[in-house]
């Protein structure tokens, strides 16, 4: 099993250093509900308190205000994905983007290797863009949501620091 998992990350990393990995939503992935944002989804934000807007795709879209006067975007997704019994949320904080058209290889390995030890979530890749997505039950209480919107916040902008230094791009 561990050789069979060292095959799989070693290929995704290979097709994101070369510029292959998929940046279309996977064949099956739910789109926004007709009409906007999914009003589960927004019920959940506004019981927390929380501000947001909602994007073109109907996805609510926050900024969060962190330390040192920086702030970072996230995204909760209104596209709620089915698996087995489950209903899972994405919430999504991009932390990088390549000066070129692909994820230099370095970056690529620090994203995996911060996202192995995150306790929730890793990275992913759109385009040039890297994100860092937790996937949660969509039915998670406002205040689990809440950490969960942190905790994507503080993870994207620690690797946008660390690659960045003082730019506070997202």
């Not at 019920?43 to 006067?69: H, R, T, W």
Request: net charge negative.
């Amino acid at each position: 099993m561990r050789d069979n998992a060292i095959r799989v990350v070693t290929g995704l990393l290979l097709a994101v250093a070369a510029g292959h990995a998929p940046a279309a939503p996977l064949p099956g992935a739910a789109a926004a509900p007709p009409g906007g944002a999914d009003p589960a989804g927004r019920a959940q934000l506004d019981a927390a308190g929380l501000s947001y807007e909602i994007d073109a795709d109907g996805d609510f879209k926050l900024v969060y205000e962190l330390d040192g006067d920086r702030s970072q975007v996230v995204y909760v997704r209104s596209a709620v994905e089915p698996w087995g019994g489950l209903r899972v949320r994405e919430i999504l904080s991009p932390g990088y983007r390549a000066e070129g058209p692909d994820i230099p290889c370095r970056v690529a390995l620090r994203m995996l290797e911060h996202g192995g030890r995150a306790r929730l979530g890793g990275w992913v890749r759109d385009g040039r863009i890297g994100i860092f997505v937790v996937k949660l039950d969509a039915d998670t209480p406002g205040d689990r949501l809440v950490d969960a919107i942190e905790f994507a916040a503080h993870a994207a902008d620690e690797l946008e620091r660390e690659f960045t230094g003082s730019k506070d791009e997202f």
